[in-house]
Every structure is written in C-alpha cells, then in structure tokens.
Nanobody
Framework: QLVESGGGLVQAGGSLRLSCVASHTVFSISVMGWYRQAPGRQRELVAHINSAGTMSYADSVKGRFSISRDNLKKMVYLQMNSLKPEDTGVYYC???????????????WGQGTQVSVSS
C-alpha cells in the first residue's frame, strides 16, 4: 500500500531521489518517513516529517538528505545528496495513517527500494 521508487546504483558523491506514494484510500496521514537497513544491521530511521511539516533526521544524514511531502498526492520524498558507501541499504517508506474517518491510526511499510553507493 506504500510504493517506493527511485533507488539505484550511484557513485559516491552522487545523488538520488526516492519517492513513496500511499496507493490506497487514505483519510489522513500523520507521520511519513524513511528507514533503511544495511546488510547485517538493524533497520534505522533516516528521516521523518509530520503533518505540520516538522522534519527530523538521523545525525548521519543531516546536511545531506532532505525529506519532503505532498499531502494532496499522498507522497513523501527523500532527496539524497553527497551519497556515501555507508548509505547503501534497502530504504523503506513508512507512514502512520488512517484509511477512513472511523479507523484507527496504523503503521504501514513499503516493500523497500535498494540504494547502492559505490566508492
């Protein structure tokens, strides 16, 4: 129900832009964010943005990554600049949303998109 796109292979110092869309009916979306998981490591938060537009970033990506969202399109983006080999991993979109006005807020995940940064 969350569909990511934009991953790929890039050289160190390059840029990628990830996109994620909530493809199903949505009543409201509170927090949208991006997580990543490198081989052999736990999934970690990269960045998130709430409905008011307040953003938060992992220390490792501050100054290089930028998160944004388009509420009308139900989309969240992650602009990644100055990429480093340690940014390599599967990037997952995450959203806390309600599908109807009577439903409770639930946490949803995308299927993940691979980002590989070569040195």
């Amino acid at each position: 129900q969350l569909v990511e796109s934009g991953g790929g292979l890039v050289q160190a110092g390059g840029s990628l832009r990830l996109s994620c869309v909530a493809s199903h009916t949505v009543f409201s979306i509170s927090v949208m964010g991006w997580y990543r998981q490198a081989p052999g490591r736990q999934r970690e938060l990269v960045a998130h943005i709430n409905s008011a537009g307040t953003m938060s970033y992992a220390d490792s990506v501050k100054g290089r990554f930028s998160i944004s969202r388009d509420n009308l399109k139900k989309m969240v983006y992650l602009q990644m600049n100055s990429l480093k080999p340690e940014d390599t991993g599967v990037y997952y979109c995450n959203a806390e949303l309600r599908t109807t006005y009577i439903s409770s807020t639930r946490n949803y995940w995308g299927q993940g998109t691979q980002v590989s940064v070569s040195s």
